[in-house]
C-alpha cells in the first residue's frame, strides 16, 4: 500500500484566513505541505475545480480542492482527530453555531482593515457597535464580543464546549489575536473582558497547538495581506 499523500494548503504568505487551518493541522499532529498561492492564477481559474470560488485558502486533497476556511477546519478535524468537531451530534452543531458566531466578528476586523485601514475613527465605531459591553443589546447584526464571552463564562470547562477543546477555540483563539494587537484593541479587550486572559492561556498550552504559536517562522508573517492590523 502506498503512503498517503499529504494534503497541501495553498495560501498567501501571511496569517490570515490560511493561519487557522494551519493551527488545526497543528492541534491534530497532522502533517501537510503548503504552497504560495498565485493571486492572478486564482482569479483566472475562479469557478473552476481548482478555484471553486476564485479564493483563497484552498486544500488540496487528493486532486479535489475544498474552499470555505471553516468547513477545511472540520475536513481536518473529522480526518484526524474526530473530537476537534465536537464528541456528539449536539456538541457538533453547537462547534458549528459558534464557528458561524465567531465569523460574524472576525469579519468586522476584515471589513475595517481592508475597507479603512484600521483608521481611528472606524475604529471607534466597531468598538462603539460590537465590543463595548453597554451595546450587546443594541443593533449589532448579531455579532458582539460579550454573546461570545458568555460562552466562556457559562462554560464548564477551560474551552467554549467544556473540557473538550474544539476548532472553535482555535478560530477564537485566532480572532482574538487579532483584536488584541496594539494596532486594534490591545490591552483594552481584556480589561473589558476579564475571563479572556485565563481563556487564551488556556488555548495556548494545547498540545500540538503551542507549538505552532510559539514557532517562530509564525511570527514572521504579516497578519494581513496590506500591512494593516
Given amino acids: 500500500m502506498s503512503a498517503e499523500t499529504a494534503p497541501t494548503l495553498h495560501y498567501f504568505a501571511i496569517k490570515g484566513r ?34 471553486p470560488c476564485g479564493q483563497a485558502p484552498l486544500l488540496e486533497v487528493d486532486g479535489t480542492y475544498l474552499c470555505q476556511m471553516t468547513a ?13 468537531i465536537g464528541e456528539c451530534l449536539l456538541q457538533k452543531a453547537h462547534v458549528d453555531m459558534l464557528l458561524n ?25 466597531l468598538w462603539a ?11 449589532n447584526d448579531g455579532a458582539h464580543m460579550a454573546y461570545l464571552v458568555g460562552f466562556i463564562e457559562r462554560s464548564p470547562g477551560p474551552f467554549l464546549c467544556g473540557a473538550n477543546f474544539t476548532i472553535a477555540d482555535i478560530f477564537f483563539y485566532f480572532t482574538l489575536e487579532a483584536y488584541v494587537r496594539t494596532q486594534c484593541f490591545g490591552a483594552n479587550l481584556a480589561a473589558s473582558y476579564p475571563a479572556l486572559t485565563t481563556y487564551m492561556a488556556a488555548v495556548c498550552a494545547v498540545d500540538g497547538l503551542q507549538a505552532r504559536l510559539t514557532d517562530p517562522k509564525r511570527a514572521e508573517l504579516a497578519f494581513n495581506g496590506n500591512g494593516k492590523g
Fill in 101 to 125: 458566531s465567531i465569523d460574524d466578528l472576525y469579519l468586522k476586523y476584515i471589513q475595517c482593515v481592508y475597507g479603512s485601514g484600521l483608521e481611528d475613527t472606524p475604529k471607534a465605531a
Fill in 18 to 51: 490560511g493561519e487557522p487551518i494551519r493551527m488545526t493541522f497543528a492541534a491534530c499532529g497532522a502533517q501537510f505541505k503548503e504552497a504560495d498561492m498565485d493571486f492572478g492564477k486564482m482569479k483566472a481559474k475562479a469557478g473552476s475545480a481548482i478555484s
Fill in 129 to 139: 457597535k460590537h465590543f463595548d459591553p453597554q451595546s450587546k443589546a443594541k443593533s
Fill in 72 to 84: 477545511i477546519m472540520r475536513f481536518i478535524g473529522a480526518k484526524y482527530k474526530p473530537a476537534l
